[in-house]
């Protein structure tokens, strides 16, 4: 009798063991609150971590060297530390520079542009426009050959006038436009350093 209860006993206790992990699974338990909690591995990415094991000063969390980051939006912030220029080919300028920056993109310098080759201006009415931002002086165009210059052309208050020169230096107005009245003439000298900068009006020796 009593090995029967003991065998009964041991029936119901294996039959208990067995179907415990189904109760369990069954069970529904709340989220637990932990103060810290010690890892002694990082907790993985797919895991909700970082993966890392170290922060910044401010408690940012450390990546791994060269992260892969996928259309990362920065809003409102900056990026800083960057010892290497971004390339051209990625949307940057390959400079640390503005000078080195604006030759990468291809564009003229804004004061003291060389241009090697010819250059033109392809445009619906184009126009190529000097302006002397003083309002008192004039705007001149030289030509030079082999860096000798030999003639120009000087717009000023006073007229237009075209400039000679003999071995760079300059010599006479050997012709002129006066602004005033329009009126053209052939000079047979040099007007004087106000006059050349078209400040005022130039004494003339006019063919008839």
């Known amino acids: 009798m009593m090995k029967s209860q003991l065998n009964k006993i041991a029936a119901f206790g294996a039959a208990f063991f067995l179907a415990l992990p189904l109760i369990a699974s069954a069970q529904s338990y709340p989220s637990p609150t932990f103060n810290s909690v010690v890892l002694q591995n990082p907790l993985s990415p797919s895991n909700g971590g970082t993966g890392a094991t170290t922060s910044t000063g401010t408690g940012s969390a450390v990546l791994s060297n060269s992260p892969a980051l996928t259309n990362p939006a920065i809003t409102g912030g900056s990026i800083s530390g960057l010892t290497t220029a971004v390339p051209v080919a990625s949307g940057g300028t390959g400079a640390n520079s503005a000078a080195t920056a604006l030759s990468n993109l291809g564009g003229a310098a804004l004061s003291g542009a060389s241009f090697a080759g010819p250059t033109g201006l392809s445009y619906t009415n ?14 001149t165009i030289s030509y030079a050959v082999g860096g000798t210059k030999y003639f120009g052309t000087t717009v000023g208050t006073t007229g237009y006038y075209i400039q000679r020169y003999a071995s760079g230096s300059f010599v006479d107005y050997p012709f002129s436009i006066l602004a005033s009245t329009g009126q053209a003439s052939l000079l047979f000298a040099p007007p004087s350093t106000a006059q050349r900068l ?11």
């Not at 190529?128 to 309002?135: H, K, P, Q, R, T």
């Not at 078209?198 to 008839?208: I, L, V």
């Open 126 to 139: 184009p126009i190529f426009a000097l302006n002397d931002s003083s309002g008192g002086a004039a705007t």
């Open 198 to 208: 078209g400040t005022a009006r130039t004494s003339q020796a006019r063919h008839r």
